[in-house]
């Protein structure tokens, strides 16, 4: 999946406008959309926010986000959160991306 969204924003970023195509890269991150989608990013940090929209240069909006990221102290919860709203996250900090769905939809989005 995490492929399946890098080649879109590549393929975003070349799209020569035309709608015709299954494969086009706008259709297929209007399937993402709304979805659940967790980012990592180079420092550790994780992401997990609803997918808002994306741009030309692979910079990706997701809204009601929550930052988790590890506290490396002796605490009884390995992982800190806190809560962030509407983030940007850019395309040269980002490391990792997954979308929340079933296995049927992870397969359908993979033929598109």
Known sequence: ME????ESLIQLGSSD??????????????????????????????????????DKQGNII????????STRRSSPSPM???CLGLIL???SCRTSCHVDCSV????????V
Not at 3 to 6: A, I, L, R, S, W
Not at 37 to 52: C, S
Not at 62 to 69: A, F, G, K, V
Not at 104 to 111: A, C, F, G, H, R
Request: glycine share 8%.
């Open 3 to 6: 492929q399946e969204v890098g």
């Open 17 to 54: 406008g035309s709608n015709s195509s299954s494969s086009d890269p706008v259709t297929r991150v209007r399937k993402l959309l709304f979805r659940r989608m967790l980012v990592g990013i180079k420092d550790g940090r994780f992401f997990l926010g609803t997918f808002h929209c994306i």
């Open 62 to 69: 997701l809204q009601d986000s929550i930052e988790y990221r």
């Open 80 to 82: 800190e959160q806190r």
């Open 89 to 91: 996250i850019p395309s």
């Open 104 to 111: 049927d939809e992870q397969l359908s989005l993979l033929k």
